[in-house]
C-alpha cells in the first residue's frame, strides 16, 4: 500500500497535470480533473458546448490503479469500444514501480489514447 506521503505526492503532481493541461487547451477541447479513490487516481475530461460555460458531460479517460501483491502502479484507460465500465491496459505503458513515470504517460498522452 503506498504511504500516505506518496499518495500527497501523486495527489500534487496529479493537481498540476491537470492545471498545465487545462491552461494550454480551449474550453472546447475538453478541461481535464481527477479523483481518488482508495489506491486508485481517475482521471476525467469534461465536455463543454460552444457556447457555454457549463459542462455537457464529463468521462472517465485513464485510471492508475496500485497493486499491492506486485508493489506496481497500473495504468488503464478507457477506449471506443469500452465505454460502459470496461478498462484496458495501457498498449505501451501498462504498468510501473514509479507512478510519476505513468503520470508523465497520461500528461504527454503521446499514443494519443487518454485524451483524444
Known sequence: MPSEIELQRI???AEKLCHIRNENLPLTQGKSSFDIQGEQFIFYKAMFSVDSMR???EFEVAKLQYDM???QWHLLVRTEAHKEDK???HLFHPVHCDVLHLLAVIEKDAD???WS
Open 11 to 13: 495527489k500534487r503532481r
Open 112 to 114: 494519443e489514447c487518454i
Open 69 to 71: 501483491t506486485g508493489k
Open 87 to 89: 478498462w484496458q491496459a
Open 55 to 57: 459542462c455537457q458531460h
